[in-house]
């Protein structure tokens, strides 16, 4: 690992987007499991996802792991990936459909949450984890010890 990846900057403000971020796959990516019929795996099945008890457990895992790192600041770049692919991943699956029957109003509404996350994703890509993350502690172990 080098340090552009967990490079961040002073922003004091970032901690605000990671903890929604953070916090909404956490508790999604638990429900999944919690729930699995209705939001994981069953969810998968009824919109024709392959191998959904693989895909559901798959998902879900992601966003525990990735939704910790997210909150507590750790590797925030790379956290942010998986989470990108998956929000893009729901919005062609489960929103195109509602595109198709309900209209473009309809799908913006039932979409709200999954476009917040995936621009919080892609924030917290192009930003890293802020003045308040693991990620700067790191940072700035680093530079001491590079000085």
Do not use: Y
Not at 59 to 84: D, H, K, N, Q
Not at 90 to 98: F, N, P
Not at 102 to 110: D, Q, V, Y
């Amino acid at each position: 690992m080098n340090l552009k990846t967990i490079h961040t900057d002073h922003s004091k403000t970032t901690i605000l987007i990671r903890l929604m971020v953070g916090a909404v796959f956490l508790s999604e990516g638990i429900q999944k499991f919690l729930f699995a019929d209705k939001l994981g795996a069953g969810r998968f099945e009824k919109i024709g996802l392959p191998s959904p008890e693989f895909l559901g457990g798959l998902v879900g895992s992601f966003e525990i792991i990735c939704g910790l790192l997210i909150l507590v600041g750790l590797l925030t770049r790379l956290a942010s990936v998986p989470l990108i692919i998956i929000m893009f991943a729901a919005i062609a699956t489960t929103k195109s459909e509602l595109l198709a029957e309900k209209g473009f109003w309809e799908m913006m509404h039932g979409s709200r949450t999954d476009w917040a996350m995936l621009l919080g994703s892609v924030f917290l890509l192009i930003k890293g984890g802020g003045r308040w993350s693991a990620d700067k502690t790191l940072t700035n172990k680093w530079s001491i010890k590079q000085s």
